[in-house]
């Protein structure tokens, strides 16, 4: 979000291995910005599983730290430099991130709410991957010379007249999940000799505040529609309500 150029030296790794939690916080709660974005740069390097960096000693230290360097008076870049160290490379929950978020600047406040509600999308996400399964089966069962794919997007909007917001995309094909293939990225027009889309999609959306859940589909011109779920229980034990037509 800053302007400013950032980077890091071997100083800063050296003291993120010799000082540990202790001299990282000592820089994330001091008050020279120029050194806690370049460790806080730094810290990427450490927590990308790419580099095989062990922090295992101090990760949860280390968590808790960030979630009070974001909802500490720090300047917005270095909130949204710990924030995407968070959103990229750890799982919530987030307590003290949560408890805080609506004092977070406007800035970062979906980045923020995004990643306190990582976890329970996830967990959410699984029942609506299922869910699309079934309703794409059932449409291959009920229309012969149905073409074997389906795309499957978790889509923000969840409206394939409206500018997308993906947050994951896979193609379903002959019931396995590819990622390899490369999203059309308009929404289905083209017709196989059955009228069914030579790209169909299913879209789903998470509303966690509404404790809603939003599907809809494109397999043909006559074959769209969609539907809502309420979202049942609490952190670790969700589930869904029957599909209401929309």
């Not at 990308?48 to 500490?72: A, C, G, N, R, W």
């Not at 889509?155 to 999940?177: C, F, P, Q």
């Not at 030579?198 to 539907?227: C, H, W």
């Amino acid at each position: 979000m800053g302007s400013s150029y950032v980077s890091y030296t071997e100083e800063e790794r050296k003291l993120v291995r010799e000082g540990g939690i202790s001299a990282i916080r000592q820089v994330l709660t001091g008050s020279d910005t120029e050194k806690k974005r370049s460790l806080l740069l730094c810290l990427d390097w450490f927590m990308d599983p790419y580099y095989k960096q062990d922090i295992s000693s101090f990760k949860e230290d280390l968590i808790q730290l960030l979630e009070t360097v974001i909802v500490s008076p720090n300047p917005i870049e270095v909130k949204d430099d710990a924030l995407q160290l968070l959103s990229d490379y750890c799982w919530g929950p987030f307590p003290t991130l949560e408890q805080h978020v609506d004092e977070i600047e406007d800035e970062l406040k979906a980045n923020a709410e995004y990643t306190i509600n990582m976890h329970r999308e996830a967990q959410i996400q699984k029942f609506m991957d299922e869910e699309c399964m079934r309703i794409w089966g059932e449409y291959r069962n009920n229309h012969e010379g149905t073409t074997d794919r389906v795309w499957v997007l978790f889509d923000r909007n969840t409206n394939v007249s409206e500018k997308n917001a993906l947050e994951m995309i896979h193609l379903l094909e002959n019931g396995e999940r590819r990622y390899d293939v490369r999203y059309p990225g308009k929404p289905p027009k083209k017709t196989a000799g059955n009228g069914t889309y030579l790209d169909p999609e299913i879209r789903f959306n998470i509303l966690l505040k509404e404790r809603k859940a939003v599907l809809t589909y494109a397999f043909s011109a006559s074959e769209n529609g969609g539907f809502t779920y309420d979202i049942l229980g609490e952190d670790g034990s969700y589930s869904l309500s029957s599909p209401s037509a929309i």
